[in-house]
């Protein structure tokens, strides 16, 4: 299926949302919960499965049921202009960071994205589960082991969290990444989960047990504040017993002065 062939422009700096420009019977796709609002003109309407409405009945089930699998909603959205203007519709980012445009054409037609990433595309673009095939990656891979690809040759968006690193890999070279900090890559580029080394960095380190190691050729996107990190963060302050104090004595009457509840 050709994809269709779209306009668009970035707002904002930290919490961003990106406007899309679409021709008369052009569409886009996302998944939902990502539209933000639209022009009078653009037709809602909701698909089965990718939203590429390509591979038959059975096609469509089994690209349901590994999305359903993965924690994915079944069904997508797409937004078609129906009136013979240019109209305009506009999705948000979900929370604090970066939207990162993909020219699919330009990438290799794939790109494999962090799971939850994607935010919108031009119709006919194939959002897939990607499943990391070695074992190791798969028993430890955590954020990493499961991923979204996205195929075909039109634009695609995707969020990140915090600032956005865009790194072009040589062949052979590696890059050793925290598992949540990977927004996407490149097809070219191979993935795989090797150990951290020596007994103290295990046990102290507070890093984890794993990194992602990527290995060129290809182009990488690193994310400064994953959103599970963000969010283990705040769950750490909520709690009482998470908290640091300001000092072991006066670390509660410290808190008090301050506004915070005990």
């Known amino acids: 299926m050709q994809n269709h062939e779209i306009d668009y422009k970035i707002h904002g700096e930290?919490?961003?949302?990106?406007?899309i420009e679409l021709d008369p019977q052009e569409a886009v796709i996302s998944e939902p919960g990502s539209f933000m609002m639209m022009t009078d003109g653009i037709?809602?309407?909701?698909?089965?499965?990718?939203?590429?409405?390509?591979?038959?009945?059975?096609?469509?089930?089994?690209s349901a049921g590994k999305r359903i699998l993965t924690g994915e909603n079944l069904f997508m959205t797409v937004y078609t202009n129906t009136s013979g203007q240019k109209r305009q519709i506009t999705f948000a980012a979900p929370y604090s960071g970066k939207i990162i445009p993909l020219d699919l054409s330009k990438l290799g037609g794939r790109v494999i994205c962090?799971?939850?990433?994607?935010?919108?595309?031009?119709?006919?673009?194939?959002?897939g589960i990607e499943f990391q095939r070695k074992l190791g990656t798969g028993l430890f891979g955590g954020e990493g082991f499961i991923m979204q690809k996205l195929e075909g040759d039109g634009m695609a968006f995707v969020h990140s969290g915090g600032?956005?690193?865009?790194?072009?890999?040589?062949?052979?070279?590696?890059?050793?990444?925290?598992?949540?900090?990977?927004?996407?890559?490149?097809?070219?580029?191979?993935?795989?989960?090797?150990?951290?080394?020596?007994?103290?960095?295990?046990?102290?380190?507070?890093?984890?047990?794993?990194?992602?190691?990527?290995?060129?050729?290809?182009?990488?996107?690193?994310?400064?504040?994953?959103?599970?990190?963000?969010?283990?963060?705040?769950?750490?302050?909520?709690?009482?017993?998470?908290?640091?104090?300001?000092?072991?004595?006066?670390?509660?009457?410290?808190?008090?002065?301050?506004g915070d509840r005990f």
């Not at 799971?115 to 006919?124: E, P, T, V």
């Not at 504040?225 to 908290?243: D, E, F, K, N, T």
């Open 14 to 19: 930290e919490l961003q949302c990106v406007e």
């Open 43 to 62: 037709q809602m309407q909701t698909l089965f499965g990718d939203g590429t409405e390509t591979g038959g009945l059975m096609g469509k089930l089994f």
């Open 114 to 127: 962090q799971k939850d990433s994607f935010l919108c595309a031009a119709k006919g673009v194939s959002v």
């Open 163 to 258: 600032y956005v690193v865009e790194k072009e890999l040589q062949p052979g070279e590696i890059l050793k990444v925290d598992t949540g900090c990977i927004v996407a890559f490149t097809n070219t580029v191979s993935y795989d989960i090797q150990l951290v080394g020596g007994i103290k960095n295990t046990i102290f380190g507070g890093e984890g047990l794993f990194f992602a190691q990527l290995r060129g050729p290809g182009k990488v996107w690193i994310q400064t504040l994953p959103i599970s990190r963000l969010a283990s963060r705040v769950l750490q302050y909520a709690s009482p017993a998470g908290r640091k104090e300001e000092g072991s004595i006066l670390g509660g009457l410290g808190n008090l002065l301050d």
